[in-house]
Structure formats: C-alpha cells, structure tokens
T-cell receptor, first 115, second 116 residues
Framework: AQSVTQLGSHVSVSEGALVLLRCNYSSSVPPYLFWYVQYPNQGLQLLLKYTSAATLVKGINGFEAEFKKSETSFHLTKPSAHMSDAAEYFCAVSGPGAGGFKTIFGAGTRLFVKA | EAGVTQFPSHSVIEKGQTVTLRCDPISGHDNLYWYRRVMGKEIKFLLHFVKESKQDESGMPNNRFLAERTGGTYSTLKVQPAELEDSGVYFC??????????????FGSGTRLTVV
C-alpha cells in the first residue's frame, strides 16, 4: 500500500527566496511520484513526475524535485519564488493496488509568497 | 485539445436532495477517476473507470453514491440522498495509461458541493 505525507500545511516565503515543500512517501514497490499544483478556482495541474529515470526531475515553472530512496522523500524546490507561485501543492504516489494502479495524494501544502 | 470538463462548478443543495455531477474526460482517455477533497484534507480516491467498466470502486463512501460512465465517454456521479458530510470538492481526472504510469492525470476544475 502507498501513502504520502506532506510536512507543513502552510509555507510562507518571500519573493526571490528558496521554495522547499516536503514530501515523504511509503510504498511497497518502486513508486511513481508526482507533484501537482492547484491555482485558485482551477483543477490540479501536473508539475513534474518521477518514473524511475533520473532522480532529479525538472518540471514546469522552474520547479524541480529530487527522489531520495534512502530517505523516502520527494521534496519540491524552486530557487527563487515568484508571486505567481502562490498556490496549493500536492504530492502524490502511484502504485499497484486492488483493482489496478491507484494514485494517493497528500493533504496539500499551501504556499504563500510575500512581496 | 479540450481538457477535462466538469459541471456544475458549484452546487448548493439541501440535505436529503439528489445531486448529479458530470465529467467529460479528454477524448480518447480510457481511464477516468473520481476524487473528493473534504475541507482542506487530502484528496481521496473514489473510483476508477476503464472505458465503461468500474475497475476499482473501493473509495466510494457508501451506497448513496452511484457512478456511471455511459458508453465509455462522460461520467456522472450521483449522490442520493445527500448528507452534510458529502460537502467537498469533487474532482474528475482522466489519463491514457492506467494509474498515471508515465503520464500523470489531467484534472478537471472540480465541482464544489455544499450540502446545507
């Protein structure tokens, strides 16, 4: 069975500062890992995904995430925050379950960006 | 290419009433998923269709929820009768590959259901 834990329901950074959103996962098999972003009044949008290729994954809008098997982590980072990054971010893990593959989402981390 | 479309975007109904949510997936996507997010908690899986068949409905809360996917195209999720705890945002997603293997999901904007 898979599970995802996102550390911190809210993260606040200043514009231009480093963004670090934490995600730890649990999976009985090598996982597929994802980060999604939800802007106000929109659906979830795929930011990036890890599918067992390179451990450092680059996504859209300057975000990247590193898969660390030893730490069971998949933290999301961006070197310099922009006001437009303010949104809610969801980490997700996908793996086999009853009835086929299932994707499990974390509780989300809301990112605030201060001017 | 049109994305995943959900409607209505908002629905406010009284306890005991019936509500039907609709999802139109991306054309050609055999896999369709329903998820629900209640009051800032995690996004929880409800069920998964492959074409018109229910592949996995282990997340459906109870028998007040009924999902259908006519001809493997659009899907509806009916709640009858609605209860207060059914309030939340219902998301629909579709994908080419099962379980988002290599593809990820494309999500709709969600339907915000409020039961009063």
């Amino acid at each position: 069975a898979q599970s995802v834990t996102q550390l911190g329901s809210h993260v606040s950074v200043s514009e231009g500062a480093l963004v670090l959103l934490r995600c730890n996962y649990s999976s009985s098999v090598p996982p597929y890992l994802f980060w999604y972003v939800q802007y106000p009044n929109q659906g979830l949008q795929l930011l990036l995904k890890y599918t067992s290729a390179a451990t450092l994954v680059k996504g859209i809008n300057g975000f990247e995430a590193e898969f660390k098997k030893s730490e069971t982590s998949f933290h999301l980072t961006k070197p310099s925050a922009h006001m437009s990054d303010a949104a809610e971010y969801f980490c997700a893990v996908s793996g086999p379950g009853a009835g086929g593959f299932k994707t499990i989402f974390g509780a989300g981390t809301r990112l605030f960006v201060k001017a | 290419e049109a994305g995943v479309t959900q409607f209505p975007s908002h629905s406010v109904i009284e306890k005991g009433q019936t509500v039907t949510l609709r999802c139109d997936p991306i054309s050609g996507h055999d896999n369709l998923y329903w998820y629900r997010r209640v009051m800032g908690k995690e996004i929880k899986f409800l069920l998964h269709f492959v074409k018109e068949s229910k592949q996995d409905e282990s997340g459906m809360p109870n028998n007040r929820f009924l999902a259908e996917r006519t001809g493997g195209t659009y899907s509806t999720l009916k709640v009858q009768p609605a209860e207060l705890e059914d309030s939340g945002v219902y998301f629909c997603a579709s994908s080419q590959g099962q379980g988002a293997v290599g593809y990820g999901y494309t999500f709709g904007s969600g339907t915000r259901l409020t039961v009063v």
